[in-house]
Nanobody
């Protein structure tokens, strides 16, 4: 059974930082590209970053330069370090993996950027 569990969200002031984590189980984690998505209420879920099995990160333009995606294969965990957070980064953040022809999602973690 594939499970993804996000953590690390919270309330942060503009300009602050957060590190999101996604712990995976039930998959051979190291061979899969892992992705972070976010969803603002009322809008569609959008890809913000992914990281290949080889460790190459790719970023959506709005977080490029402010965020770093990384992975620890020994811990089956993918991270998203977000810096210089802006109010428009407020959203629910989800971890996703595509495996065995299916997509698996975590339950999400909420990030709120506000004073």
């Amino acid at each position: 059974q594939v499970r993804l569990m996000e953590s690390g969200g919270g309330l942060v002031q503009p300009g602050g930082s957060l590190r999101l984590s996604c712990a995976a189980s039930g998959i051979n984690f190291k061979i899969y590209t892992m992705a972070w998505y976010r969803q603002i209420p009322g809008k569609e879920r959008e890809l913000v970053a992914n990281i290949t099995s080889g460790g190459r990160g790719n970023y959506e333009d709005s977080i490029q330069g402010r965020s770093t995606i990384s992975r620890n294969n020994a811990r089956n965990t993918v991270f998203l370090q977000m810096n210089d957070l802006k109010p428009e980064d407020t959203a629910d953040y989800y971890c996703k993996v595509g495996a065995s022809g299916r997509e698996f999602w975590g339950q999400g973690t909420r990030v709120t950027v506000a004073t």
